[in-house]
């Protein structure tokens, strides 16, 4: 199901990832970068899907430049 990025809401200052905040587009196993952001998505099936995510996914998902 592909998903819509709605939102982007940029925090002051990155966040480390802890067991109550992960990277939700990588999740923990694989991401250990600071939280920045929080993405609202939509899809199909909602339409406010609420993501925290990395600087990395913000500079190399392409549907942030949509």
Avoid: F, N
Wanted: proline share 5%.
């Amino acid at each position: 199901m592909k998903s819509k990025v709605r939102k982007i809401e940029r925090w002051d200052a990155p966040v480390p990832q802890r067991d109550d905040t992960l990277c939700s587009a990588h999740g923990k196993a694989s991401c250990s970068r600071d939280l920045v952001a929080t993405v609202i998505l939509s899809d199909a099936g909602s339409d406010h899907i609420k993501w925290t995510v990395c600087q990395h996914w913000l500079d190399h998902e392409p549907a942030v430049g949509e």
